[in-house]
């Protein structure tokens, strides 16, 4: 049975289809990105490969543009809910020394979680990061934690992820992660559901 250890060299991010349009309509969605962000930052200092998707872009438009996601390994259109579309899934396959995916975005109960299902179906160490995860409803994003914590999917935050893929503070980047994290990270309410 896996522990969910973080291994940085061993990781790949996971930026699920936060867009323009979904603005309006997401449960804390200013939270949410700022705390993707934080992710985002976090895979820039550390050199972890960043998979980027979008819904529908032609539709639903392009990734929201105060995400940084220049970095991005592979940024990928997709009309399948699960991020795992062919493109991804060669990716993957030709980084096979990354066993663990570090997931956030929208919506948790639809193309986190399909994403989340998939990868772990295909051997992966899946950890959501929940603060920066979310839906259109509070209901359907926390029933989707539950869900991927009951498929071996791992839940934590932003901040435990980042010190988690640092490991130590000894590690190089530390203080440049430190400035990531002084600022708390934006409080996306999942304290207001004891279930979880």
């Known amino acids: 049975m896996s522990v969910g250890r973080i291994i940085a060299s061993r990781t790949a991010m996971f930026c699920c289809d936060l867009q323009d349009k979904f603005r309006p309509s997401i449960r804390h969605f200013p939270a949410v990105l700022s705390n993707a962000n934080r992710m985002l930052q976090s ?8 998979v980027v998707t979008e819904q529908y872009p032609k539709g639903l438009g392009a990734t929201c543009s105060e ?15 699960s991020m795992v579309v062919p493109d991804v899934k060669s990716y993957l396959e030709a980084k096979d020394d990354r ?7 929208i919506e948790a109960h639809v193309c986190v979680q399909q994403t989340a299902l998939d990868l772990v179906s295909l051997g992966y160490d899946v950890h959501v990061i929940v603060d920066a995860t979310s839906s259109r409803t ?7 934690f539950q869900r991927m914590r009951q498929a071996g999917v791992f839940l934590t935050t932003s901040e435990s992820m980042i010190l988690s893929l640092a490991g130590a503070s000894d590690h190089p980047q530390f203080r440049q992660l430190q400035k990531i994290i002084m600022t708390e990270a934006e409080d996306t309410k999942l304290l207001s559901f004891p279930t979880l």
């Open 43 to 50: 895979a820039k200092l550390l050199d972890i490969p960043l």
């Open 67 to 81: 995400l940084d996601i220049e970095h991005c390994s592979i940024r990928c259109p997709k009309t399948k809910f």
């Open 99 to 105: 066993k663990t995916i570090v997931l956030f975005g």
């Open 138 to 144: 509070d209901t359907d994003r926390v029933f989707a």
